[in-house]
């Protein structure tokens, strides 16, 4: 008798409950196709979560689409009144239906490529009014050197902006420039040889080692020991390590090994670490417990280096495990998903300013020396420069604090400081240090030296050789660009940026 009274009340119930829903879902819908100058976000996970919730900090309505809708994130989204569309994200007309048309910002971030070049070239193929800023995640490091070559990403269109991002790139570049070993070593300047360890299981430890071969030049005459433990149970192949390792003769200054362990264990690290006699160190583990595991292994070596841990995947686990390791001297944990998945990181421009006017100083100085665009491709404006130039820009642009560094001990003084220490033996030093950083870079890209002219299709430089071997003229390139830095500070002091 019971359940024949209670059987019409609970379909009842399931009625309500199903009209409720699918009324909330269809005034969402309204209010989404009503959004103007918003953010669409294809794809959710930890690193596109927290963009969501940056891009909401700064007052820019933001919808997330995902075909997964029963994410872990989707109950974090509602709290903080962010739209969330179930959807594929390869469909076309889901970017109709979110109204990309009018959003001011669109970042691919699935964990595919292809999915995320599709959601690009079907923006891209859209009728616009108004400027949209896109970015487009791609995992693959080798595919971003490829794509900077095509029209997607090196031609300009109409009101749409395109960037390549690599997330592990992006984060390696934050944490060298927060945590980077110039910061940590008070006498870096006088080591004849800085030894580093990277420790993990994630993807972000072979981004790093590239980004130090790239950006670690800490003295003309220094020599930089990168010493790379994989944490994996399954040895996988090396992908950006690949590079590195082909490149390692031709990088003078560069020594570099990769092992692979089974799991962070005080055994393990003593048989590769004990001789190398560590300067600094960083871990980068999936979970807190493996994180807690290497650093533990870490201390109980004696390891009186500093120690840098970067963020793991649950933020509660990480917190507990910085307050654990609180009291310890030397340990830095550094919220790396946090900070380099923001507005400011992702979209942002601020952090490119230093970049944005190297570029402008070497346009000044081409064009007044008499060349053209005929001559150089590159003597456009920042916003028409490949990603690629401008990666190079960026490069020289960070490692302005570590030449700061070496001469007056701090990575922003002010802008006479660093004028009254640039003596004509610091020049000299500073010129190389930047000749090794430059070669660094270019044979990561794929430039070969060459007895002839240079030759940018090609990728072939004659100036790619010991500074001893230059001519003169291209030395004082170098000491040009380093002379130039006070001006350069003096610019960024005046624009109130802190780098």
Request: proline share 3%; with cysteine.
């Amino acid at each position: 008798e019971l359940a024949r009274w209670l059987a019409p009340a609970t379909l009842s119930y399931t009625l309500i409950k199903t009209i409720l829903v699918l009324a909330k879902d269809s005034v969402q819908s309204i209010q989404i196709k009503k959004l103007k100058k918003h953010c669409v976000i294809v794809g959710l996970n930890k690193g596109s979560f927290e963009l969501a919730c940056s891009m909401v900090k700064h007052g820019i309505k933001t919808v997330v689409v995902d075909s997964n809708e029963n994410s872990e994130y989707l109950g974090l989204l509602n709290k903080r009144k962010i739209y969330f569309a179930a959807a594929n994200p390869s469909d076309p007309v889901v970017l109709e239906t979110i109204n990309t048309k009018q959003a001011s910002y669109l970042f691919a971030s699935t964990d595919s490529d292809a999915t995320n070049l599709e959601v690009l070239h079907n923006a891209a193929c859209q009728k616009r009014m108004s400027i949209i800023n896109t970015v487009c995640k791609i995992n693959n490091q080798s595919l971003v050197r490829a794509l900077y070559n095509r029209p997607l990403f090196s031609v300009n269109r109409p009101n749409f902006n395109t960037k390549i991002i690599n997330s592990y790139r992006v984060t390696a570049r934050w944490l060298l420039n927060e945590f980077g070993p110039d910061c940590l070593i008070s006498d870096i300047a006088t080591r004849s040889c800085v030894n580093i360890a990277i420790v993990g299981d994630t993807p972000l430890i072979d981004s790093l080692a590239q980004r130090l071969v790239e950006i670690g030049i800490y003295g003309a005459n220094t020599t930089l020991q990168i010493t790379v433990l994989a944490i994996k149970k399954i040895a996988d192949e090396d992908n950006e390590l690949n590079t590195l390792l082909l490149n390692e003769k031709k990088l003078e200054y560069l020594n570099i090994k990769k092992v692979y362990l089974k799991e962070p264990s005080i055994e393990e690290f003593n048989e590769h670490l004990r001789a190398s006699h560590l300067h600094c160190s960083y871990i980068s583990m999936q979970e807190s417990d493996d994180a807690l595991m290497a650093l533990q292994s870490f201390l109980d070596m004696s390891v009186s280096s500093p120690v840098v841990v970067t963020e793991t995947e649950n933020n509660e686990t990480f917190s507990w495990l910085t307050s654990e390791f609180a009291d310890e001297k030397g340990v830095y944990f550094a919220k790396t998903h946090t900070v380099t998945n923001s507005f400011r990181n992702i979209f942002g421009e601020e952090h490119d300013l230093l970049a944005q006017n190297i570029h402008q100083q070497y346009v000044a100085e081409q064009t007044a020396a008499g060349f053209t665009t005929k001559d150089n491709s590159s003597l456009v404006s920042w916003d028409d420069l490949p990603e690629a130039l401008k990666d190079a820009n960026r490069n020289q642009a960070d490692h302005i604090s570590t030449k700061c560094r070496l001469v007056t001990g701090k990575a922003n003084p002010e802008p006479g400081e660093m004028q009254s220490a640039l003596s004509k033996e610091n020049v000299e030093i500073l010129a190389q240090t930047e000749h090794l950083r430059w070669m660094a870079e270019k044979f990561l890209s794929g430039w070969r030296f060459t007895e002839g002219e240079k030759d940018a299709v090609k990728r072939l430089s004659p100036s790619l050789k010991p500074w001893h071997l230059l001519d003169e003229s291209e030395k004082q390139k170098d000491r040009d660009a380093i002379l130039h830095i006070p001006v350069m500070l003096e610019k960024m002091t005046s624009k109130k940026v802190v780098r």
